[in-house]
């Protein structure tokens, strides 16, 4: 009886006190031109709880009946606090002020100790007009060259094409645009990258606890978003420079409906043609980027997205040769509220990417043609189910279409021959599903799972070596040689070659200790499919790129991550310091002297093995007061093991660790700006990292009256030597607004003559003597630019 009545009265204290909850949503906007704020915050601050806005500056939070207090906020905007009474759902959208009265500039995103509440870690979000004021090569403001100053992210050198993450290849880079994938991200050989500061409102760099959502690379994730446009009036801006100018529009269409249309252009070569040098006139050097975005919504629940992104490069040395290649790239998006709590998204993603390689000498001209492109269908649905679960789960389907390269004669007269490598296919399939659980006040834990598949197809021949063995080795001559064919099958169109599927966990957890302090941990697996067959430290345009098969195996890496994040109770100073270690399996590395033109059969030219990657992530950034940065710190180490494949030999650095390419043990940047007043603002970074490994030869010989350098067995033994630079920029607003301004910089204040690569030959002054030669790309590179809006 007593167990009865203490169950009643239990019950009837549940259903007394049981408090109804209801939704508050809505988007988050910029009050100016009603663009949306990616990751602005929601905070209800008598219950402190919060919110942020999603990729479509979409939020959604849970609040129990009763009066509360909420406040929006997003960093350089006025924060809104309103006093709200819930006893039903709600819907309220909210338009922020920028901030521009402001003498304190925030360069890293960040709002009151976001880094320590939230759950990501080894994520960057560097902001467009902190990017606009660093000293650049040229003038040119380059996002990718920026994110090399953020700790975990390095390049091989000046001019490098891509970036690294973490010790990873730049073609383990996943890089979007608007969802949109982008093969190559760099102009002129990577001088410069293909991102527009004007047209770009968001970017976001995962180097560890990566959503599952995301795949296909092994690395990092390079998430770029464009502006949907000024929807409140129509706008111009743009920019003059020493090496290109950019113009850029954007403005309302019709209700609820805006565009945005920016381009971009080099113009080294309108010089050259009036220069009376009739061997320089021939030349050609230059590129441009179109960026375009349309949106409109269709009534209150629907809104579609056209977004679109050209770009090319074209070069030409006389009448040698001549070279071009570029992107071009399709999004269309459908965004759909089912409800307060759940919106949809499908997206149509299409790109292209082509070069073109023209040899013009008389009697051997020929063009080289390659090609990738691919379809891609996205659809996820996000969920917020309360304010301790927000679900998200989604699908992907990819098409590819490869394309390595066409050799024809370009003349009537030409002796070469007509060489077609053979197109390859391939699908790419995934699913996923994660959850953002707030499990207590202190613990948050983003869990996910992702299954992806991918499909080698037909039409295609495969060769049969003996003993499935495509590489061996021939220890009379201490060399790998390729394996012996005994058959040959032949795959039809549509019919499947071969295929791989993995289940991909991720996991991150943050624990706050308080207020001011929080560790965090993550696991990621993921899977790489497709590959960028290059035997250089850094990729070129004209790199093929090829999907795993039978004998082409899918990169794997596991990435564990350790973090201390502190942000002091003023806002003035964050720290963190991230530990990681990263283990790759199906690591490719080629064998000396691989023969990687040309070839249809690439498996007897590779050795695979293991890699590692492990490292040290510190950083400091003051955040407030008239002089703010940052200083980051990386120690990382980064190597390969690649034994015989079983071929007898004794693989690469005789089956020991060697450095990759991109290790490099140390890299330091400090970065400051100093903003005077309203017409004055000043920048300087430093930058300091070790040399890149390199290969010295330990002897040469002579053959046919060649000198030949000869190399040992080891492998990236060697350093170039330490490289590091200072930069200079001052930035004059002569009207106290960003309406009109000047940047002044100054690369490479002190001339450093940085090493870009390192080679031998015979010394000019003492026959018989090797001497080594070091190219330097950039001196010190003054520049001046002119920024304007109207």
Known sequence: MKRNLLFLLLLFNTVIFAQDYFTLSGFIREAESSEDLIGANVVCENLKIGATTNAYGFYSIRLPEGTHTIRYSFIGYVDQVFELSVSEDK??????????????????????????????????????????????????????????LLPGVTSVGEGANGFNVRGGAADENLVLLDEMTLYNASHLFGFFSVFNADAIKDMKLYKGGIPAEYGSRVSSVLDVRQKEGNLNYTEASGGIGLISSRFMVEGPMWDESSFMVAGRRSYGDLFLAFSKDSALRDNKLYFYDLNMKVNTWLGKKDRLFLSSYMGRDAFKFGSLFASSWGNETINLRWLHLFSDRTLSNLSYNFNDYDYLVSILPEGFEFDWKSKIRNHQLEYDVSYYHSNEHQIKGGLSFNKYDFEPGLIAPAADSSAIVTFDMRDKFAYE?????????????????????????????????????????????????????????????????????????????????????????????????????????TNASSPTPLDIWAPSGPFIKPLKSQQYALGYFYSSDNQMWDFTSELYYKSLDNVTDYVDAADLEFNNHLETEILYGKGRAYGLELMVEKKLGRLTGWLSYTYAKTESRVSGNGTGGPGINLGKWYPNPQDKTHDLSLVAFYKLNNKWSFSSNFVYATGIPTNYPEGKYEYEGIVVPHYSGSRNQERLENYHRLDFAATLRPRGNDRREWVFSIYNIYNRKNASSLYFRESEDFAGQTEAVKLSIFPIVPSVSYNFKF
Do not use: C
């Open 429 to 533: 399939t995934a699913l996923f599903v994660q959850d953002e659980w707030k499990v207590s006040e202190r613990l948050l834990v983003k869990a996910g799972l992702r299954w992806s598949s991918f499909y080698r197809m037909g039409r295609d021949t495969i060769l049969v070596y003996d003993n499935n063995a495509p590489i061996t080795y021939d220890a009379s001559l201490a060399q790998y040689t390729n394996g012996a064919v005994v058959d040959s099958l032949f795959y039809d169109a549509n019919a499947l070659v071969k295929s791989y599927s993995n289940l991909e966990p991720r996991l991150s957890m943050r624990y706050q200790l308080d207020e001011s302090n929080s560790l965090k941990a993550s696991y990621q697996k993921m899977n790489q499919y497709m590959h960028l067959i």
């Open 91 to 148: 819907k309220r959208d909210v338009f922020l002020q920028n901030f521009v009265e402001q003498l304190t500039e925030v360069v890293l995103e960040d709002e009151a100790n976001l880094k320590v509440r939230s759950i990501e870690m080894s994520v960057n979000k560097l902001e467009t007009k902190a990017v606009k004021q660093l000293a650049a090569i040229g003038g040119e403001v380059d996002i990718i060259k920026s994110i090399q």
